[in-house]
């Protein structure tokens, strides 16, 4: 597994950094919810690869600024 | 285990991302349906943070890690194969698959589909060239390709043939 994170700290980016997110399990991942996108494949695990959550900041239009001052992106 | 004959590293690259395309063809049931989905997806592999990360252009919602690029892309086809599972447990009828695995399809990721386009486009100026085991590929272009999906109701089809059978392919775009 690379450089990873633990979902914890992707909640409070999200709270900060994409207000009205919203996110959910689903049977084999996560399900995250923001300004009308919805990113079905968010690892279910405690640990997140980065990978992912660069990719997910990406595909969500999340601030790459903003998410940065929380996540070693 | 790494697969054999494949790198775990880049070894001298002179690429950055290689625009890859791939065909999948699944069947998953679903709360009384039998559905049949065909895509004609597009892809991005980058080597990150020491691995082989995949990241879908199209779908766009997608990510997979693997110690090699095959590794790499049997975990981005399990796991699109995963959001198909998750959508169809949340699926009340075929319709709402259908259109649910439709939005997931095609809701854009522009900046990944900048990135898969930059790519292809230094590959045929001439700017890049794709080494092992991408070089090895088949190659296509997008144009031959096009991006599209399919969502099938299998349960109610009178027709059924071997033919129908796609199995999983990898592509270099060119």
């Given at each position: 597994m690379s450089a990873s994170i633990a979902f914890s700290e992707i909640e409070t980016m999200l709270k900060r950094c994409a207000p009205g997110a919203t996110w959910r399990m689903a049977t084999h991942s996560r399900v995250v919810i923001f300004d009308g996108k919805t990113y079905r494949s968010l690892p279910?695990?405690?640990?997140?690869?980065?990978g992912?959550?660069?990719?997910?900041?990406?595909?969500?239009?999340i601030n790459r600024?903003?998410?940065?001052?929380?996540?070693?992106? | 285990m790494r697969p054999r004959g494949l790198?775990?590293?880049?070894?001298?690259?002179?690429?950055?991302?290689?625009?890859?395309?791939?065909?999948f063809r699944d069947v998953v049931s679903g709360n009384g349906f039998l559905a049949g989905i065909t895509i004609s997806g597009r892809a991005l592999m980058v080597y990150?943070?020491?691995?082989?990360?995949?990241?879908?252009?199209?779908?766009?919602?997608?990510?997979?890690?693997?110690?090699?690029?095959q590794e790499g892309f049997l975990r981005f086809r399990n796991r699109y194969r995963e959001v198909l599972f998750d959508v169809a447990a949340e699926s009340k009828d075929f319709q709402a698959f259908k259109t649910e695995v439709e939005r997931f399809y095609?809701?854009?990721?522009?900046?990944?589909?900048?990135?898969?386009?930059?790519?292809?486009?230094?590959?045929?100026?001439?700017?890049?060239?794709?080494?092992a085991p991408f070089s090895s590929l088949p190659r296509e272009?997008?144009?031959?390709?096009?991006?599209?999906?399919?969502?099938?109701?299998?349960?109610?089809s009178a027709r059924f043939t071997a033919?129908?059978?796609?199995?999983?392919?990898m592509i270099a775009a060119a």
């Open positions: 279910k695990y405690d640990l997140v690869e980065l992912h959550v660069r990719k997910m900041i990406r595909y969500l239009n600024e903003c998410a940065g001052e929380f996540l070693p992106l | 790198m775990a590293q880049p070894t001298g690259s002179r690429m950055k991302f290689y625009p890859l395309m791939f065909t990150e943070d020491e691995v082989w990360w995949a990241y879908g252009v199209r779908p766009g919602a997608l990510a997979e890690s693997g110690a090699s690029p095609f809701e854009p990721d522009h900046e990944e589909e900048t990135r898969w386009a930059d790519a292809m486009q230094a590959i045929r100026s001439g700017d890049a060239a794709p080494d272009t997008p144009e031959s390709r096009p991006s599209q999906v399919t969502v099938e109701r299998l349960d109610i033919s129908d059978n796609i199995p999983d392919l």
